[in-house]
């Protein structure tokens, strides 16, 4: 599995650090969380498989963790402070650790939607790379 399943200063690191990075928000207690969360490791599987040229990382991150809640935090996305767990699957595009989108609850995004975001804001060229502010 293409997906990077750790949260400490190492992972937020290569997040930052990856020219392109699509991070789950992951937590053990959310029933929503489960469902986005089989949606994400299937987007990622596909776009690995299907789009290796697209230059994606993917991460799934504890949400809980504290080095999670300080990087969300840093980001400065409204309902997503780090100062709590939402606990609904959020999805994280970034660029160098750079927000170019998010999306709040990933359980409303299936797999062939994460997918179709990910193609939409990445062409193969990084120097084509479309910035933009998330829902």
Request: negative net charge; proline residues 4%; contains cysteine.
């Amino acid at each position: 599995m293409p997906v990077h399943r750790t949260t400490d200063v190492t992972a937020i690191s290569s997040i930052r650090a990856s020219p392109r990075a699509l991070v789950f928000l992951s937590v053990p207690w959310s029933g929503p969380e489960r469902y986005a969360r089989v949606a994400f490791l299937e987007a990622a599987s596909n776009l690995e498989s299907e789009n290796p040229e697209l230059g994606v990382k993917f991460f799934l991150l504890d949400e809980d963790a504290e080095e999670c809640r300080t990087f969300m935090g840093s980001l400065g996305i409204t309902n997503m402070t780090g100062a709590y767990s939402l606990g609904a699957g959020s999805l994280l595009w970034l660029e160098a650790g750079a927000l170019v989108f998010h999306e709040i609850s990933g359980l409303e995004a299936a797999a062939k939607g994460i997918a179709r975001k990910t193609k939409e804001l990445w062409t193969a060229d990084p120097q084509q790379m479309r910035r933009g502010s998330g829902s």
